[in-house]
């Protein structure tokens, strides 16, 4: 049996006050653990934030439950129950800055949506810059933001200061010039958005099975037929591919060879602390960027670890790499005790975007190619590919994001560092 969460009803405060009282004896599991059927609609391999959050949104807004979200192991029991929780929408290029500002809109309605609080705090973020140059890109990102639609500030040395006084700003090799403010970034607890989906999901019909993995599938004649399980075979007329590192390993079945490497990404935590930072906030000089959760750890990660791998765990070097960026922007964080680290494999593409589009194959779907942006994006995602899937055309918001760009040369790179995988 896979991980439960429990509820009965609704959620209220009222409830949960109840409860207490009560020894929380009423509460009941929030999804059924359905054995899968021989058939469906369409079926979802991947029962991570993406694929529930597609199916929940093939669900609502497109009228079709006769969906199966297949997990092989439990639910969220993947990078979006392990990653360091930043939503943002502070996107330069056209094709990523109105897909991200989407994606933030949703979030911001998210709890009312799914009547499950997914903890999102709009506390801020803050991107740090180190040089003249980075002054000048930061502005360009910031009025392409606000021409988005989105919220930007460009804070200098003192504004900064003003927000972060702990902060070393006397640092010779690293100057802090200042940092692009953008208020409504913040974080989310990520397994709750991965269980308010699957709630969400269950309540319009959709079967999430877990211990379920894909084995095979079944294509004919240029058609999908369905998928073979450990739990058997099942037809279905659409599959969806949405399992982020293990995209080219399930495309294989597929025959198909996608433009993907798969990497690995740590995320450390501290133990908890008084509340000590507010913000998020984002170094520029080294790919270090840090939070602090709700239970007081210090939340931070920084740069993959630069080889392909599909294991889930890092190396050292790259620990002591981000532990030495931690450390030049502020010292303060030295003393308390790391408490764990983890690793997440990061489907990376070459030029650093994602990839929401139909296959050759008719009938199969890939969401996949996240990079650093998988969780901040849950929303937008399986918005977007709810709606590929029920109608066959790709989502405004999500037109810059098919397969075929790899071959056209329209790419997205975001990051400006070319073509290898590792750098975005």
Request: proline share 3%; charged share 20%.
């Amino acid at each position: 049996m896979g991980f439960k969460h429990w509820n009965a009803g609704g959620y209220s405060g009222l409830r949960v006050l109840a409860e207490g009282l009560l020894g929380n004896k009423g509460w009941t599991p929030a999804w059924r653990d359905p054995a899968p059927k021989d058939s469906y609609d369409a079926v979802i391999i991947g029962g991570g934030g993406h694929g529930l959050s597609t199916a929940y949104y093939l669900a609502k807004n497109h009228g079709l439950t006769n969906i199966a979200v297949l997990e092989k192991g439990y639910l969220g029991g993947g990078n979006v129950g392990r990653n360091t929780t930043i939503v943002r929408a502070n996107y330069f290029l056209p094709g990523n800055s109105e897909f991200y500002s989407h994606s933030l809109k949703l979030w911001e309605g998210l709890e009312q949506e799914l009547n499950y609080n997914v903890m999102h705090s709009q506390r801020g973020l803050i991107n740090l810059f180190h040089s003249d140059g980075q002054r000048d890109a930061f502005a360009r990102r910031g009025n392409a933001m606000v021409n988005q639609g989105d919220d930007a500030v460009l804070l200098d040395r003192a504004g900064v200061r003003r927000m972060l006084p702990y902060l070393d700003f006397d640092n010779a090799r690293f100057p802090i010039y200042g940092g692009l403010y953008h208020a409504r970034g913040g974080t989310a607890r990520h397994d709750a958005v991965a269980w308010g989906y699957a709630r969400g999901a269950d309540r319009l019909g959709v079967d999430l099975i877990q211990n379920c993995e894909v084995t095979g599938i079944d294509v004919e004649g240029g058609r999908v037929l369905g998928v073979q399980t450990t739990r058997g075979a099942i037809k279905a007329r659409k599959v969806a591919m949405i399992v982020a590192g293990r995209s080219g390993q399930v495309a294989a079945m597929a025959g198909m060879r996608l433009p993907v490497e798969s990497h690995i990404l740590q995320a450390f935590v501290t133990e908890g602390l008084k509340p000590c930072i507010d913000h998020v906030i984002s170094f520029g000089m080294g790919h270090f960027y840090i939070s602090q959760s709700d239970k007081g750890g210090l939340v931070f990660g920084g740069d993959l670890d630069f080889y392909a791998s599909y294991a889930q765990r890092g190396n050292l070097p790259m620990v002591e790499h981000v532990m030495e960026a931690g450390m030049a922007l502020m010292p303060m964080i030295g003393r308390p005790k790391v408490l764990r680290s983890w690793g997440g494999i990061m489907d990376m593409t070459p030029d650093g975007s994602p990839i929401i589009d139909k296959t050759h194959i008719d009938g199969l779907f890939i969401d996949c190619g996240w990079n650093y942006g998988g969780f901040k994006a849950v929303p937008a995602s399986g918005w977007c590919m709810a709606h590929l899937m029920a109608t066959g055309e790709s989502h405004e918001v999500a037109r810059g994001f098919r397969l075929n760009r790899f071959e056209t040369g329209h790419l997205l790179d975001e990051e400006g560092t070319g073509s290898q995988h590792n750098l975005h």
